[in-house]
């Protein structure tokens, strides 16, 4: 049993008897929301599922999703979750198509979204897991990522009213079937939302928020900030806009990621202070009115010999003491200065050996029909998520930025937005992310074919719990927060 809905009051989030609450977990990406590097596909979900369906057809294409989604989460995952890790609330990343048919009515609700998410929640709440819902990819993309699965490099969902109008709808009817769940911690409406217009993104979380507290007034809204849950400095105070909310950081490192000029992270004075900086900023927001903050991401990528890795050992010792350093900065960064841990999700669960707390065993089936075809994209750099690009093709991308620099004033290099991206950013988006990984998911989706139902189930159950391997010192580090 909950003690009742999750609320907030002040900095804290709090269960109905007022006593306060730390959500500490991770997320489900690649899941109910597909993302290219968690499961090793090239592009874009969407284009992904299409390929493969156009090359073995519906039977096994249903087939074998039906299984993967099964096997992804069960409950010896929640017992391992809960009972192993300590942890106390799941991020569910989740994509509108299960919800939604382009192609038909985009406000009819597809009964089938609701079976698979029931299915997370419920497991979930058996084991006292609380979940949060995450809306991780929109029509027309919140943002201009991969993520977001819209395909370019735009986040037109700001553009059209109707997309709009369809993810409004799609949470009424979230917020009508999950209103009496007291498992369910709240609602995470958008994630990481990029407008260049951040007044979009206020009036558009005041409609939801309207809409929703119509029909459910109890849960709480997650809202992550404007440009990847960065920035906040255009939000009304909080008095003025959503109550009940909890407002959500995403805080990555540099220090955690390949491609960082220079060093290892070796925890000096300078980058303990850099890391702390960083969060600082992010939270003032959370400072200057006093709400609850949820890290919703944050987390480093590890280096596998599987991949190709040179050194992995030495880079992995780097990227834990990067991880310690900044969970040293959360437990006690909540902004009232009391010494109150703050909420997080670290990215993510599971995953083929990126980052995951778990992930698919090189010896496994998935390994052994794409490990090829995995080193062959590492190479390439079709992922923008982990991987570096193997020098040998690197000079092809970096004539074409030098062209770019050499013929723009430098004023307008950082002119698109979001203006965090370099010239090296939207190259590598449009040229690799989108272009070339359309031809490379045929050849990734023909891997498929051939196969029969049992190798599909076979396929699928690489995600198994029993079946994965467990990244033992990253959970050390989360069990001993």
């Known amino acids: ?21 730390v959500l500490k977990g991770t997320a489900i990406g690649g ?3 597909m993302e290219n590097f968690i499961t090793g596909y090239p592009g874009h979900e969407t284009e992904h599922k299409k390929i493969i369906k ?15 989604y099964e096997y992804f989460w069960t409950e010896k995952d929640a017992e391992f979750y809960k009972n192993e890790l300590g942890f106390n609330c799941l991020r569910i990343p989740f994509n509108y198509r299960h919800f939604v048919d382009d192609e038909a009515d985009m406000f009819k609700i597809l009964p089938k979204g609701f079976e698979r998410l029931d299915r997370v929640i419920d497991i979930c709440s058996k084991y006292g897991i609380y979940t949060i819902l995450d809306l991780h990819a929109t029509p027309g993309g919140q943002n201009q990522d991969w993520h977001a699965d819209s395909g370019i490099h735009k986040s037109i969902f700001w553009d059209f009213k109707v997309f709009q109008d369809v993810v409004v709808n799609l949470w009424v009817e979230l917020a009508k079937h999950y209103k009496d769940n007291t ?3 709240g609602y995470n409406p958008l994630n990481e939302p990029a407008v260049p217009d951040h007044s979009k993104l206020v009036k558009f979380y005041t409609r939801l928020d309207k ?3 119509a029909v459910d007034p109890n849960h709480i809204f997650f809202l992550d900030g404007n440009t990847y849950s960065m920035d906040f400095r255009q939000f009304p105070a909080p008095s003025e806009f959503i109550p009940n909310s909890v407002y959500s950081i995403h805080d990555y490192s540099t220090y955690g990621f390949p491609n960082i000029e220079g060093t290892l992270y070796k925890g000096t004075e300078a980058e303990t202070e850099k890391l702390k900086v960083q969060y600082e900023r992010k939270i003032e927001y959370h400072k200057q009115h006093n709400v609850p903050v949820w890290n919703g991401e944050f987390g480093p990528v590890y280096a596998s010999e599987v991949r190709g890795d040179k050194n992995p050992e030495v880079i992995n010792r780097a990227r834990y003491n990067v991880l310690k350093d900044q969970l040293a900065v959360y437990k006690k960064g909540d902004p009232s200065g009391d010494g109150t841990p703050i909420s997080w999700s670290i990215w993510l669960y599971k995953d083929i050996g990126y980052q995951g707390l778990t992930y698919v065993s090189p010896k496994s089936k998935w390994f052994e ?8 994209k590492k190479k390439l750099g079709l992922d923008r998520w982990g991987n570096d690009i193997d020098p040998e093709y690197n000079q092809l991308y970096q004539n074409l930025i030098d062209h770019v620099h050499a013929n723009t004033p430098e004023k307008y290099h950082r002119a698109l937005y979001p203006h965090v ?5 939207y190259l590598f988006r449009v040229t690799k992310d989108m272009l070339f990984s359309q031809y490379a998911q045929h050849e990734y989706a023909d891997l498929f074919v051939g ?21 033992g010192e990253l959970n050390a580090i989360l069990k001993d927060y």
């Open 183 to 185: 498992w369910v911690a």
């Open 211 to 213: 809409a929703v507290r």
């Open 54 to 68: 156009s090359k073995i057809g519906e039977e096994k294409f249903e087939y074998f999703f039906d299984k993967f």
């Open 31 to 33: 899941h109910l929301n």
């Open 451 to 471: 196969l029969s139902f049992e190798e599909l189930d076979e396929l699928a159950a690489s995600f198994k719990f029993e079946n994965v391997e467990q990244r």
């Open 421 to 425: 991206w370099t010239v090296q950013d």
């Open 1 to 21: 049993m909950t003690a009742g809905f999750l609320t907030t009051k002040g900095t804290k989030i709090v269960d109905s008897k007022g006593k306060p609450v």
């Open 369 to 376: 029909v794409f490990g090829e075809f995995l080193l062959k």
